[in-house]
């Protein structure tokens, strides 16, 4: 074949690569604008799809038809507006509630322990007993307490014999034995009191209101001031410690409502309050400790227990389109909004991408309409027409 044959066989499949690249693929005109190609040549670049179409169904109608409304993209449309599908911008928001698990803590909670030693003799409670403050829970052996206090009443009466007497005497006796019967009398009172004192630590009390916890000790058992004798739990209230992340910080108060939800109860709420908060983040995790306080007046929930804490913010709020919407170039991405049946590229950024909806940051505001479908042959600032606005709510996307 002679090279000028060649030469123009080469052209021709150019030209006809560079009308089929500008024509089916989406963007293509964008790109001859963004190269610098003046407007009069992209413009007849755009429309040679719609020349070539009529060209071509010029001898039958219908065949023309059908080319125009495939250049028109979706089924054509109205003076060569683009038929799309739009839909509302929504208000989204972020960063407005908070999940955490935790670790449940009775609202008191103390190990008993002797404050005497000695053999226990006497055990007066049962695991799982409701006990009140000041309860007798074990006794220990008391025969040398009970001889030491029978010694001191003993010591006191005679101290309270002399004393008197010198009272009735003074004038035979001295001030000085006087004063002397007295600090006697004063010394022995103490004795028993000393006396008593120690006779009544050989019983073991409880210091709070509680639930008994399993005893780890028997009758016959020597104990001392550290063997733990039992556990108390007042569980009238559940104390949760949980983490969060230290964006909240500056969100989270004291008295903020929470709401915890307990493994051994599924989908059983208990409502609640943040009792403290931490002064200091944790530099290894970045988290933030805090402690919310559980009403448990009905019994049902143990210490130890693992919970789910939710908490609710006001967040931040952002546009919220359909992911489909969301298109990219070589500057980022955009979505397109019509205003008055006309296409407008918007550039946003996306905030965060949920399952329905992308939230994003733009000049967006609620209530626009954004192209969801129909995308390929958007231009802008090029007519559009809507098939119909696909229904949402107004509640907000979270």
Known sequence: MPFWKQFVLCLVVIGAGFAGWVFFVPGATETLRNAGVPESLVGKADISGDTEDAASGAGSGQGGNQG??????????????????????????????????????????????????????????????????????????????????????????????????????????????????EIAEQGARLQLQAAELNLDRRN???????????????????????????????????????????????????????????????????????????????????????????????????????????????????PAVDPQSVQWDSQGSFVWRVIDQKSQKVRVSIVQRNPDYVLVKGNLKDGDLIVTQGLQRVREGGPVRSAGDRASGKEPVT
Not at 131 to 146: F, N
Not at 296 to 309: H, I, P, T
């Open 204 to 318: 073991i009390v409880a210091p709070i209101d509680g639930i008994v916890g399993i005893m780890p000790i028997n009758i016959g058992d020597n104990v001392s001031t550290t063997t733990p004798i039992v556990t108390l739990d007042d569980r009238t209230e559940i104390l949760v410690d949980y983490w969060v992340p230290e964006r909240f910080a500056n969100s989270v108060a004291v008295g903020q409502a929470v709401e915890a939800m307990s493994v051994a109860r599924p989908g059983q709420v208990f409502s609640g309050a943040v009792e403290a908060i931490d002064n200091r983040i944790d530099a290894a995790s970045r988290t933030l400790r805090m402690r919310a306080r559980i009403n448990n007046a009905s019994d049902e929930l143990r210490a130890g227990m693992s919970f789910s804490v939710g908490m609710r913010f006001d967040g931040d709020a952002y």
């Open 68 to 181: 125009q409304n495939r250049r028109s993209g979706n089924g054509g449309g109205r003076n060569g507006a683009v038929l799309v599908v739009t839909q509302a911008v929504l208000p989204g928001v972020v960063n407005d509630r908070l999940s955490a698990i935790g670790t449940g803590d009775a609202i008191r909670s103390v190990v008993v322990t002797p404050q005497a030693s000695g053999i226990v003799r006497e055990i007066l409670i049962e695991s799982g007993d409701m006990v009140k403050k000041g309860q007798i829970l074990a006794k220990l052996d008391s025969e040398e307490q009970v001889i030491a206090r029978g010694q001191a009443e003993v010591v006191l009466k005679s101290a309270v014999e002399k004393s008197s007497l010198y009272h009735n005497i003074k004038s035979s006796v001295s001030r000085m034995d006087v004063f002397d019967s």
